[in-house]
Structure formats: C-alpha cells, structure tokens
C-alpha cells in the first residue's frame, strides 16, 4: 500500500515524514495562494533531500504545456502530479506533455488527477490511463484551485469502479483521515492513499504544518487495512 502525503513545507518535515514509512512526500510550489504552497528554492531543497528516504511529488494546476515543462525542468520532482481543469489538458495533450518531460527528464512519473464528482469519472479516468503511470481520484471544491484539497470524501464506489476498469495503479485522495482510511481501502481497493487535510495541524497566525501523530497513525491504519483485505 503506497502512502503519500502532502503537503510539506520543509525539509526537516519532509525527512520526518520519509522516517514514519511515507513513500511519497508532496510539495506545492506555487505563488497562487494554494495551501502550503513553498517557492520554488524550498522546494528544490525539499526534492533534493528525499532522494534515497521517499519519493517526491509536485503538482501543478497549469493547464499550459510549456508553463508545466518549465516547472518540472526547474523543480524535477520524481512524479510529477497533474490536477488542473481535465478540459483545458485532454489525454491526447498530456501524452505529447509526456514524451516531452521524459525527453528532458528520463525516469519522471506522471500522476493525473482526476475529479470524483459522479459516474461521470470512470469514463475520464479510462480515458487518461494510458497517459499516466499512475491516477489519482480526489474531490474538488470552489475554494482552491485545481483538482484537490477539499478535505472531503467522494463516492468511493465510483472509485472502486475506476480501481477496476483501468491497468494503472490509483491513488485515493479526498478527506481521508487515520479514521476512515481504512474503510476507504477496504471499498476501493486501491494501490495506494493519499492524505492532505487531516494530517495537519494549524499553526499560530494562519497555516499548518503536519501533524506527524497523525501521519504516523494514518500509515499504520491503511497497511493494516491493506494487509488484512
């Protein structure tokens, strides 16, 4: 059961998380206003530092190729996390996107989000499963921009259906928490959880940082629940 949790904004956090059994650690590198979002020179630090402890994962919700190629070229993450607007980045366009980050970066992974909002997702995730190494279903929301970080949870039976229609491995995300984590791998069954909201804890004067309690029992809860299915 692959664990990833998002979203770190220091190197310190991002090597405590690497000590509790996250495989990979997510940075949000932006100047948007997305939560948790760090500049581009923390980022790289954070990147750099995983190598040999986690993996590392960035997202963008650019929907523009070049603006993307800069990025990956700038940050080169191990996975590259995809979750803009599915309209303005169809699958034919993220399979050109692909060939061109692998010619720049051999080994990059790309990860495309894809919005549980009805039966409507099983169909875009078919759809982009042949572009992506791996998929990732989450929930949405008007507050933040992108695919992600609602803090909520989804239909998991269409997830589940998504889980078996398609060949690549998915990633579950949407307001999962060291409570209910378990429950969602026993429904969906996927190949991996993903973790934003409810392993934070707030912070004195606005923001969070992780809450590694949290994360550690996270970890625990869905490779039990993995093992025991």
């Known amino acids: 059961?692959?664990?990833?949790?998002?979203?770190?904004?220091?190197?310190?956090?991002?090597?405590?998380?690497?000590?509790?059994?996250?495989?990979?650690?997510g940075v949000t590198v932006s100047d948007i206003?997305?939560?948790?979002?760090?500049?581009?020179?923390?980022g790289r630090a954070i990147v750099t530092a995983l190598r040999g402890r986690a993996t590392s994962t960035a997202l963008t919700v650019s929907t523009e190729p070049a603006t993307i190629l800069d990025f990956a070229r700038s940050?080169?993450?191990?996975?590259?996390?995809?979750?803009?607007?599915?309209?303005?980045?169809?699958?034919?366009?993220?399979?050109?996107?692909?060939?061109?980050?692998?010619?720049?970066?051999?080994?990059?992974?790309?990860?495309?989000?894809?919005?549980?909002?009805?039966?409507?997702?099983?169909?875009?995730a078919v759809a982009y499963a042949p572009v992506a190494d791996h998929l990732l279903l989450d929930s949405v929301t008007d507050d933040v921009q992108g695919i992600g970080a609602a803090g909520t949870t989804h239909d998991w039976s269409v997830s589940a259906e998504v889980v078996a229609r398609v060949d690549v491995p998915v990633i579950l995300a949407g307001g999962l928490s060291p409570d209910?984590?378990?429950?969602?791998?026993?429904?969906?069954?996927?190949?991996?959880?993903?973790?934003?909201t409810f392993t934070n804890e707030a912070?004195?004067?606005?923001?969070?940082?992780?809450?590694?309690?949290?994360?550690?029992?996270?970890?625990?809860?869905?490779?039990?629940a993995d093992a025991n299915r």
Do not use: W
């Open 75 to 124: 940050l080169r993450p191990d996975v590259l996390h995809l979750c803009g607007e599915l309209e303005a980045l169809p699958p034919n366009a993220v399979a050109e996107l692909r060939d061109r980050l692998l010619r720049s970066i051999p080994g990059l992974q790309l990860m495309q989000a894809v919005p549980v909002t009805g039966p409507a997702a099983v169909e875009q």
């Open 180 to 196: 209910n984590v378990a429950d969602a791998v026993r429904a969906v069954r996927p190949a991996g959880v993903d973790s934003l």
């Open 1 to 25: 059961m692959l664990v990833q949790i998002y979203t770190v904004q220091s190197v310190g956090e991002a090597r405590a998380l690497a000590r509790l059994g996250v495989d990979r650690v």
């Open 203 to 224: 912070v004195a004067g606005g923001g969070f940082r992780k809450d590694l309690d949290a994360v550690e029992r996270f970890v625990r809860a869905a490779r039990a």
């Open 33 to 42: 206003g997305l939560p948790g979002e760090i500049d581009l020179a923390t």
